[in-house]
């Protein structure tokens, strides 16, 4: 009897602990299936295989993407430019001294010469100069022993470089070019500026459709004026246009608009050598043309390069420091009685605070097609677009 009972007692202790681990193998495949996976993508990225030659080659790297294509609005448009067909062009930043929520965007009229817009879009000058493809600015260059911001652009009425001081009292920009400075390119097509962190020199920089490369060091004359003299000349390869210069990493990226973006090195005596941060087509994260490119400050090194993709009317953000590593793209699409941006040629961005509507930073991009007016410019939140990203890119006022 005492054996029988010990057998039944043996055979409900082991059933028992089977149902037990059934259960409990059942409850934990359950709790898995509601965990959200990591996703993983490969993505290329590239090194050139020298200078000025050869394709790039991928070497595969495992990161982490944060987003999908986003989409964000822009809060503001700017008056339509006065020229109509394909007119606007390239915007520039400038951030008043005393009070940011006087700043300004200078956008290029490539028919015309350039237009200042207030930060609610209203047109406040217009200087018609030339047909002035592309734009850029820099604080703190020093004339008649008082800093200034410097503003420059190619003009391809003359092949020459337009040289502006912002006046911070009349928010206009004043001519302070020693002579007409004549470019040896076929055109001033693309241009940007440089500040050396190493020199404290300064320099505007120019390309073409041909893919031609110059570097002009700019400086005062000695009779309140700015001259330019030229220091380097580069081949990229073919039509370029989009053009950022790091000040601080002393980085120079140019987009070669059909093929790729590449970081040069921005010192006179840097050489050739490149390598590339992205390209157009199935291997890249660009849809030709590659067009303007911007810089966002983060803070100590750290940041953000922000390219035009125009083949699909997106932006496409990388990593400022290191290898640029791929972030995210976004689209504006359309909201608050202003259309979604397509077609972008040039861009800007600023970390700085500047008022209620763009406490965070500022992104102004070009229009390509502003519906039934004329092109125009179109400012959007610094904060709406890092905060669009999963993870959240930095804020940095």
């Known amino acids: 009897m005492r054996n029988w009972l010990f057998v039944i007692l043996l055979v409900v202790f082991l059933l028992g602990g089977f149902l037990l681990v059934r259960f409990g193998l059942v409850m934990a495949d359950s709790a898995v299936s509601h965990v959200e996976p990591t996703v993983v993508v490969w993505l290329p990225i590239t090194q050139s295989d020298g200078p000025l030659s050869g394709t790039p080659t991928a070497t595969p790297t495992a990161v982490v993407t944060a987003v ?209 941060v992205d390209t157009t087509g199935s291997e890249g994260h660009l849809t030709a043309d590659v067009e303007g490119l911007a810089i966002y400050d983060a803070g100590n090194g750290q940041g953000y390069l922000i390219a035009s993709s125009q083949g699909n009317d997106s932006y496409v953000i990388y990593r400022r420091e290191n290898s640029n590593d791929y972030i995210t793209t976004f689209q504006i699409e359309a909201a608050n009685g202003i259309d979604a941006v397509s077609g972008t040629d040039g861009i800007d961005v600023t970390n700085l605070a500047l008022n209620a509507q763009f406490p965070g930073g500022l992104f102004v991009v070009q229009d390509g097609d502003n519906g039934n007016e004329n092109q125009n410019f179109k400012l959007v939140s610094w904060e709406l677009i890092a905060n669009s990203v999963s993870p959240p890119l930095s804020i940095n006022n």
């Not at 015309?112 to 100069?129: K, M, N, P, R």
């Not at 800093?147 to 928010?171: H, M, Q």
């Open 68 to 276: 999908p294509i986003g989409t964000v609005v822009a809060a503001v448009e700017t008056d339509p430019v006065q020229n109509s067909g394909d007119s606007a062009d390239d915007p520039a930043i400038w951030i008043h001294p005393t009070d940011p929520a006087l700043s300004v965007v200078i956008g290029t009229n490539k028919d015309a010469g350039l237009g200042l817009y207030d930060l609610d879009g209203t047109e406040i000058q217009f200087v018609s100069d030339g047909e002035i493809n592309n734009v850029d600015l820099r604080d703190g260059f020093m004339l008649e022993g008082q800093p200034i911001t410097l503003v420059a652009g190619g003009n391809r009425s003359d092949n020459s470089i337009a040289i502006y001081k912002a006046n911070p009292e009349t928010r206009r920009l004043e001519n302070i070019a020693a002579r007409k400075i004549t470019v040896g390119l076929s055109e001033p097509y693309g241009a940007c500026m440089y500040a050396s962190s190493i020199t404290g020199k300064y320099y505007f920089i120019a390309n073409d459709k041909r893919g031609d490369v110059e570097q002009w060091e700019v400086f005062e004359d000695g009779q309140g004026k700015v001259d330019a003299t030229l220091v380097r000349n580069l081949s990229v390869g073919s039509i370029t246009e989009g053009c950022v210069a790091d000040d601080e990493l002393g980085d120079l990226y140019i987009g070669e608009e059909n093929v790729a973006i590449w970081k040069y090195g921005a010192e006179p005596d840097s050489g050739d050598g490149r390598v590339v």
